[in-house]
């Protein structure tokens, strides 16, 4: 009996100790109460997710050449849904800064309820923006050239997309050599429209009130390197004749082959 | 009847123990008025410059607490025998960073590494040369334990400060808090973050007023920012390619990707891993965070082991002695073509000449910054 008393003694005095520690806030759970999509991209060597500073990825050419990836950033902007009919809706500012090795991939956006054919956006951005002063954006703005890095910091404006990486020409070799493509510059702007259903845009995705919607956005890189020797140009920092030709063929690649998909899970 | 009253006695001590002390300045009791006066970051880091950083939203600006900062970083009491100061090895007149090619801890202790220079940290995201740290609040804490640095324990430092008068003083005003060690590196992150560099030659004529620039500067200009190319005729080189690493107004890349911690060609072997130690991955030996050039005229010697003298050494080295087999080294630098540049006399003197125009001499002498203890 004496111990029941005692124990009812301590449980009490417990009871009384713990009505002191603050109250446990429940755990926020986070539902979507607006219409929003979630992009995500991803970069892709056939198929299989781009890794940074490990493996080689074969480039299929006559003698081939074997690339490892050390950074792949772009730099977006009026980065867009289109509706079904033909309407834009422009997601957030639609400047957005897209970082494959840091993974910084995922966006969320409040959008319309409806039905979507495509995503549209501009590689680079427009000139006044392009060549104005990148520290008038806020600290985690994509535009934040400090932020980023991804800016000539002189009178060349943004990088609207850097490849950094090197090459060998068989996996033998004992030393690597650089590869370093950086998009810039007004003439090297351009525009792209992703159709979600491939080529033939027939499919469309919906967006539904209170629900989010992932939208996968994929970055097939090895169609941009399509036809690239690198023993031939390595680099291209989209300046002097020779430079400029290679980043119009790779961006031509970007066009011609497809390069980017939108897939529905 | 004795039961219920010890039953009752237990409830009761056990509630009086939420009875909040009358002394808590937070809570009841004669409330203690500390209101620090808070600091508009707009006045740190002005419209025009290097625009408005990140900032710890925890830890706002007060001149109670930048002021507290200012005195714990130059006070030789934060270190164990209370011989040197954060201040010591970090010296205003060379951006607090100091000559010495290796600092010297207490007793004679020598560090690792060259001492890096302190300024505009707010832009950064990664500090120390080799990229372990990512916020001050936490950097502080390294120096002052390190063994062969100031090889302080953080009790004893809250026993020291508590007994200090100025700090039992300046903590309250800042923090309201009695001295100890948390509120203590939120006093010196607050310091830290307000060291701005902004006033040199370079920072008013950037980006392109090149009307501001002597002839010798302008070339040396054109070829900091100039791609790395060869005239066809003279076989020259046109361009150094500094900017990839050093651009912008910060004259230093902040994004660890894009050349922001890079190996920069000294070493084919890495007798100190940098980056590589701290991440495991082989392919980051070598790699060290590249400092800002601004007043780089005051901050050798140069590099992590401070291997470089004279800043003609570090142009002889880009010029001259890069690494190009360097298992790690950049992809910026690789993608050069392992070619040496090759500089002439002229064109290193030119080069020269453009990195002295970042030399920020208000900086140096601020007296904001200066030790508060010297009269």
Known sequence: MKNRILGCALALLSLG??????????????????????????????????????????????QKEYIQFFNFGMIVSKLSLVKEDGTEVLLGDGYQWIDFKKGRTQFKYEVPVGKYKSVKFMLGMDSAVNHGDPNQWGAEHPLNGNLTGM?????????????????????TDKYSKGMSFHTATDVMVRSFEVPVGGALGAATFEVKDKATTSVGFKYHINRLYQGIELK????SHSEGVKEMALMQKLLDNLQQNSAFEIAIP | MNRIALLGLCLTLGLWSCKKDPKDPLVGGEPKVYQPTVIDPTSIFPAGKFGMPALPSDNPFTVEGVYLGRMLFYDPMLSFDSSISCGSCHRQENAFTETKRLSTG???????????????LAYSKKFFWDARQSTLRELV???????????????????????TQRYIEYFDK???????????????????????????????????????L??????????????????????????????????????????????????????GNFPDKGYGAITGNPADRGLFKTPSLLNIEVTGP????GRFATLDDVINHYSDNVNYLSPTISPMMAAHGNKQLKLTAQQKADLKAFLLTMTDTAFLANPAFANPFKK
């Open chain 2, 106 to 120: 207490i007793y004679g202790l020598q560090a690792n590494r060259n001492s890096s220079s302190l300024y505009n």
């Open chain 1, 17 to 62: 100790f713990q009505a002191c520690e603050d109250p446990i806030e429940p755990p926020v759970v986070v539902v979507e109460d607006k219409p929003t999509v979630e992009l995500n991209f991803s970069a892709l060597w056939n198929g299989s997710p781009l890794t940074f500073l490990s493996g080689w990825f074969e480039q299929p050419l006559t």
């Open chain 1, 151 to 171: 800016h000539w910091g002189w009178a060349g404006g943004y990088i609207f997309q850097a490849i950094d990486g090197n090459y060998r020409d068989s996996l």
């Open chain 2, 302 to 305: 140069y590099m992590h082991d």
């Open chain 2, 141 to 163: 804490f390294e120096p002052i334990q390190a063994h062969n640095e100031m090889a302080m324990t953080l009790p004893l430092l809250a026993k020291k400060l508590g007994r």
């Open chain 2, 214 to 267: 002597n002839d010798s500067e302008k070339r040396g200009a054109l070829l900091f920012n100039g791609l790395v190319d060869f005239d066809a005729v003279t076989g020259l080189t046109t361009g150094a390619d500094c900017f990839h690493c050093h651009g912008g107004g910060l004259a230093q890349q902040n994004n660890p990707d894009m050349g922001g911690i890079a190996n920069n060609g000294l070493d």
């Open chain 1, 232 to 235: 031939k140009g390595s680099v």
């Open chain 2, 174 to 212: 800042a923090f309201g808090s009695k001295p100890n060690v948390f509120d203590m590196s939120k006093a010196l992150e607050q310091f830290l973050l307000t060291l701005v560099s902004k006033e040199s030659r370079f920072n008013a004529f950037f980006p392109g007023k090149f009307s501001l």
